[in-house]
C-alpha cells in the first residue's frame, strides 16, 4: 500500500490513503510476477487490473485527489527538517519516487544519496523552485540561477529507491554560507509494478572512471504484450524509475519552458508531467488522429507529431503530421505525405502494418516515417524507412514542400521530378538500410545551410510495398531479417549536409550490433555515443572514434527496445 506520513528520527507515522485513491497500484495481487506457478489466465487477470489501475492515475481525477492528500499531509507536518513529509509515489507515475516535503528557517539547497547494500550509491542535488507553490503545482524552471538554487520550502522527488530492499537515504542541507546539515532515514524500496531487471546484464563492463555522461537511460518502448512502461536506468546499470504507461510507447522526452515534460502515454495521449510526477496537463487527440514513432516542440511550445489519420479509404497509415496545442488541445493537420508523393504512393504495393496498431489489418505502409527533427528555418527532417530516405520539407507548419531528399535514389526510378530533389553525394559510400533516429546537429562554425545528421543506419534492405526493388544495389546491405544473422551489422553514421551546393558527405561512421528494426543513437554532451541496438536489446555507448566503453543487455519480456536515450533531466528533478 502507497505510505504516505510525516518523518522524524524519533517519531515516523504512515497515513494511509483513503480508498477514492487507487492503493492497488502497489498490492502485490497487481506485481506483475514470473512464478512458474501462475497460469497465463491468472497472469491475464493481473495484467488487466494492473491496466485499469494505470488508467486511473492517467484521469484529472486521481491528479486531483493526490494533491489533496498531500496538502492534508503538508498541513500535519513538515516544519523542520526533523519532520518531513514523505509519500511513495503520490501521483502514480514513478513507481520507485519519493516525494519529500519540509520546511527550514533559512534557504538551503539539498542534495540526496541513495544507499542500499550491493548497488552504487545514486546522489542528486534536488531540483526546488521555480513558478508556482505547492501541492504538485509548482513547475521546475528549464534553467536555473543561484537564487532559484536555495530554498525555504523544500519540495521535490527523490528518485532511485531500489525496490524491496532497505535504502538508507542521506540528505545534506548547505546554506548559502557553505554550512552543511545532515538527516538519514531508512525506507523499504516499494514493489515494481513490472517485471523489469533491477540491475541490467553488463556484457561490457565500463572501466574504472569511464565516462558514461552523467544523466539517466530512458528506455522507451519496451513493447510488452502486458503493461507497457518507460524505465528509467543510471549508467552503472540500475533501474532508478519505473514510470507506468497507458499502452504502446513513449518515444522521446521533451522539455517545455513551463516545467512540464511531455512524452506519451498511447497512440492517442500526450501528458505534461511535473518534476514531483503530477500529471498537470491530459491530452487526448480524439478520433481522427493516432500518433506514432516521433514528435517534437515547435517554438511556440506546440508538440508536432508523426501520426496515422483514421478512418482513410485507403487504409494508408504512418504519413501523416499534425500539431497539438499543448494550451488547447487542438489538433491539427500539418502534412499529408501522400499528397506530396501522390503518384509514387500509388505505384507501390498495398501492404504493410500499422505499428501503432497491431490489431489493424489490410494497411498500407507505403513511406513509414520514424523520425521527425524540427530545424531553426521552420523546417522538418523526415526519415521514411520504407524508401530509406530522408527528407526535408520547407515551411512545415504554414505550405510545406519538400526542400531535398537524400538516399538511394534509384527507390525513385521512374519519378524524375522526385528525383531532382535528391541531394549530390559527396564521396563514396554506402545510402542507409531503414535508417532510425535521425537527429540535428548543429554547429556554428559550419556557417547557414550547412550541419550534421546523426542516425542509427540499420542497414537493413526491405520494403513490403516494393516487394520487387533490389536493395542490394546498395554496398554492404544486409537483407536478413533476424538480428541474430551473424554476417550483419548495423552502423552509427554522421553526414554533413550542405544545402548551399546540394550535397551530402560521410563524416563518421562505425559498426554496431546488428538490429533491422527500430534502435536509436545520441550523441552525448561528453561526445560519447550513446546507441541502442534494439532488436538485441543491447545498449553500449562508445567513444566518438567507435570504442566500445560499455555495454548493457535488457531482457524482459519484450519485443524489442524501440529507443535509449540519456537525459540530465537538470532543471527538472535534478540541479
Not at 281 to 306: M, N
Not at 329 to 349: I, M, P, Q, W
Not at 351 to 356: L, N, P, T
Amino acid at each position: 500500500m502507497r505510505r504516505m506520513s510525516t518523518s522524524a528520527p524519533l517519531h515516523k507515522r504512515a497515513i494511509l490513503w483513503g480508498t477514492a485513491i487507487l492503493t492497488v497500484l502497489v498490492v502485490a495481487g497487481l506485481c506483475l510476477t514470473s512464478e512458474s506457478d501462475v497460469t497465463a489466465s491468472v497472469r491475464q487477470r493481473r495484467v488487466e487490473r494492473l491496466n485499469a489501475a494505470v488508467e486511473n492515475v492517467y484521469t484529472e481525477g486521481y491528479q486531483r485527489m493526490a494533491d489533496e492528500q498531500l496538502a492534508e499531509l503538508r498541513g500535519e507536518g513538515g516544519q523542520g527538517l526533523d519532520a518531513m513529509v514523505l509519500a511513495e509515489n503520490p501521483y502514480g507515475t514513478n513507481t520507485t519516487s519519493l516525494y519529500v516535503y519540509f520546511t527550514t528557517d533559512a534557504p538551503a539547497k539539498v542534495t540526496y544519496t541513495v544507499s542500499a547494500e550491493g548497488y552504487p550509491d545514486f546522489t542528486r542535488t534536488a531540483q526546488e523552485g521555480g513558478a508556482g507553490g505547492v501541492a504538485g503545482t509548482m513547475a521546475a524552471s528549464a534553467d536555473l540561477d543561484g537564487s532559484d538554487a536555495y530554498q525555504s520550502v523544500h519540495e521535490f522527488l527523490v528518485l532511485g529507491l531500489i525496490p524491496r530492499v532497505s535504502n538508507t537515504i542521506t540528505f545534506t542541507l548547505e546554506d548559502t554560507d557553505g554550512n552543511t546539515t545532515e538527516r538519514t532515514i531508512t525506507r523499504q524500496g516499494p514493489k515494481l509494478l513490472g517485471d523489469e531487471e533491477v540491475r541490467l546484464e553488463a556484457t561490457v563492463a565500463p572501466a574504472a572512471g569511464a565516462d558514461l555522461g552523467d544523466g539517466l537511460y530512458a528506455v522507451l518502448g519496451n513493447d510488452s504484450d502486458d503493461q507497457d512502461f518507460m524505465y528509467l536506468y543510471d549508467t552503472a546499470g540500475v533501474l532508478r524509475g519505473e514510470i507506468p504507461l497507458l499502452y504502446y510507447r513513449a518515444h522521446r522526452l521533451l522539455f517545455d519552458g513551463d516545467g512540464l515534460m511531455w512524452f506519451s502515454a498511447s497512440t492517442k495521449h500526450l501528458v505534461g508531467m511535473n518534476r514531483l510526477g503530477k500529471l498537470v496537463k491530459i491530452i487526448d487527440l480524439g478520433d481522427r488522429f493516432i500518433l506514432h514513432h516521433d514528435y517534437a516542440l515547435d517554438a511556440d511550445g506546440s508538440i508536432v507529431s508523426l501520426a496515422t489519420e483514421l478512418g482513410r479509404d485507403d487504409h494508408a497509415v504512418q504519413d501523416q503530421v499534425i500539431k497539438v496545442d499543448t494550451r488547447t488541445g487542438k489538433v491539427s493537420r500539418l502534412l499529408d505525405a501522400g499528397e506530396l508523393f501522390a503518384d509514387y504512393k500509388a505505384s507501390t504495393t498495398h501492404a504493410g502494418i500499422d505499428e501503432s496498431d497491431p490489431t489493424a489489418t489490410g494497411r498500407w505502409d507505403w513511406i513509414h516515417f520514424n523520425t521527425i527533427q524540427l530545424t531553426d528555418d521552420g523546417g522538418a527532417i523526415l526519415s521514411a524507412r520504407e524508401t530509406s530516405t530522408i527528407i526535408k520539407i520547407d515551411d512545415l507548419e504554414t505550405d510545406p514542400t519538400v526542400a531535398w531528399m537524400a538516399g538511394e535514389r534509384s527507390v525513385w526510378d521512374g519519378f524524375p521530378a522526385i528525383q531532382d530533389l535528391f541531394l549530390d553525394k559527396d564521396g563514396d559510400f554506402p545510402d542507409t538500410g531503414g535508417q532510425h533516429s535521425v537527429t540535428v546537429e548543429t554547429d556554428p562554425s559550419l556557417g547557414d545551410g550547412r550541419y550534421y545528421l546523426t542516425m542509427f543506419d540499420n542497414n537493413f534492405g526491405y520494403a513490403s510495398t516494393r516487394p520487387d526493388f533490389d536493395w542490394t544495389v546498395i554496398d554492404g546491405i544486409s537483407t536478413a531479417q533476424s538480428s541474430k544473422d551473424p554476417h550483419s551489422h548495423s552502423q552509427f553514421r554522421r553526414c554533413l549536409i550542405d544545402e548551399r551546393a546540394g550535397t551530402y558527405a560521410e563524416v563518421d561512421a562505425f559498426d554496431v550490433p546488428y538490429s533491422p528494426y527500430v534502435s536509436s543513437e545520441q550523441v552525448l554532451d561528453n561526445g560519447a555515443i550513446l546507441v541502442d541496438s534494439g532488436m538485441q536489446g543491447l545498449i553500449g555507448t562508445y567513444s566518438p572514434d567507435g570504442e566500445l566503453l560499455a555495454q548493457y543487455r535488457m531482457e524482459p519480456d519484450i519485443s524489442y527496445l524501440y529507443r535509449v536515450y540519456q537525459y540530465g533531466f537538470h532543471g527538472f528533478y535534478f540541479q
